[in-house]
């Protein structure tokens, strides 16, 4: 599977990004995916993850203001961020795990596919 993540931009903050994740290669719809940031000069955190049913996930920091979907026919994921903050500034990366585990999970080794990143700025 081919990730490829795209739609990051530079926002004020208290605006509006929706960020996609396209696969390309297999079938998406059963693939646990997981969103993940970057920001400068600090780890990689998990933010949001869908299952393969529509379970959903989300980082505390994040939670009530981004929302993730997946239209299966399009074999997209998505990643709506609303009320964006300076601190959401980073850099996102979608990531799935490998087809046959059905759990969401929050841990970076667990994703085998990555995509490679949009930037997401939001301004103060």
């Known amino acids: 599977v081919q990730l490829q993540a795209y739609g990051g931009g530079l926002v004020q903050a208290g605006g509006s990004l929706r960020l996609s994740c396209a696969a390309s290669?297999?079938?998406?719809?059963?693939?646990?995916v997981g969103w993940f940031r970057q920001a400068p000069g600090k780890m990689r955190e998990f933010v949001a993850a869908?299952?393969?049913?529509?379970?959903?996930y989300y980082a505390d920091s994040v939670k009530g203001r981004f929302t993730t979907s997946r239209d299966s026919a399009k074999n997209t994921v998505y990643l709506q961020m609303n009320s964006l903050k300076p601190e959401d500034t980073a850099v996102y990366y979608c990531?799935?795990?490998?087809?046959?585990?059905?759990?969401?999970?929050?841990?970076?080794?667990?994703?085998?596919?990555w995509g490679q990143g949009t930037l997401v700025t939001v301004s103060s």
């Open positions: 990531a799935a795990r490998r087809s046959g585990y059905a759990t969401i999970s929050l841990s970076e080794s667990d994703h085998y596919y």
């Open positions: 869908i299952s393969w049913s529509g379970g959903k």
């Open positions: 290669g297999r079938t998406f719809s059963r693939y646990v």
